[in-house]
């Protein structure tokens, strides 16, 4: 089965659109195939393999797990709970609404820095006393425990786009400033050190960020992505599959 250009735009879209096409479209073949005659096993296995033909876009493994099980799960759910309400379904669509809104969709899902990607990091990557050290998409605070670990006399600060989870990171990080805000707008030419846990669509626009910012001498640190155009002067691989790629973007742009 062959795709369309405007397709294959849009299963590329800023996840998770792309999972929800996905699904939608799974749900349509379903509701087609049983207006046809179809059994309900025969449209449920043709939805299901739309799922699994359409997940090779999703990119990462996850993604594509994502893509293909959003179906039979949502259909066996939906055989589970005969006679729920419908409008029950909107409570935990909500919930994701507000922690993860539309308009952070470009930026990386919630995936917490694990406890001890960053050990050895202040050795690699030194700072002065009471350097300011930004954690970009602070989610519920672990990249900023992880910080404060590695450099206890810095000024830490986040900013987090969704309002319960930077609530939730001022709650766990009582030592940090954490802002409700968008990383982008923040201007990254105040710190010493910017530290990143995002998605490789969005390193591109982070390099640039940091290279137009970011003053000679400051650091960018990436968990496990790398920046392109970026020449690295160090990486960290204390936790395996999570290396910390290390820049100094002001001094080590690739000509």
């Known amino acids: 089965m062959r795709t369309t250009p405007l397709i294959e735009r849009l299963l590329r879209a800023p996840w998770p ?29 043709l939805a299901t393999a739309v799922g699994l033909w359409a997940s090779r876009w999703g990119g990462t493994r996850w993604r594509r797990l994502f893509m293909a099980l959003g179906f039979p799960l949502s259909w066996g759910a939906l055989a589970a709970s005969a006679g729920v309400p419908p409008w029950v379904w909107l409570v935990p669509l909500a919930v994701v609404l507000l922690l993860y809104p539309p308009t952070a969709w470009r930026d990386a899902p919630l995936f917490p820095t694990p406890r001890d990607a960053l050990v050895g990091l202040n050795a ?3 700072l002065p006393p009471m350097a300011r050290v930004l954690d ?60 990143l846990f995002q998605r490789p669509e969005t390193m591109p626009q982070a390099a640039a960020k940091a290279v137009a910012e970011m003053r000679p001498g400051a650091w960018l640190v990436s968990l496990a992505f790398e920046a392109p155009g970026l020449e690295p002067v160090g990486r960290l691989d204390t936790v ?5 790629w290390v820049y100094q973007p002001a001094d080590t742009v690739q000509r």
């Open 17 to 45: 659109l792309p999972a929800v096409l996905v699904w939608l479209a799974c749900w349509g073949w379903f509701v087609v195939a049983r207006a046809l005659g179809l059994g309900v096993a025969w449209a449920g296995g």
């Open 124 to 126: 690699l990557a030194p």
């Open 136 to 195: 970009a998409g602070a989610g519920v605070g672990d990249g900023l425990l992880a910080l404060e670990r590695a450099y206890p006399d810095a000024r830490l600060e986040g900013v987090e786009r969704s309002a319960p989870l930077a609530w939730l990171a001022r709650l766990r990080c009582p030592f940090a400033t954490v802002r409700r805000g968008d990383m982008w707008a923040q201007d990254w030419g105040a710190y010493g050190m910017v530290y």
């Open 240 to 244: 395996p599959g999570r290396t910390v």
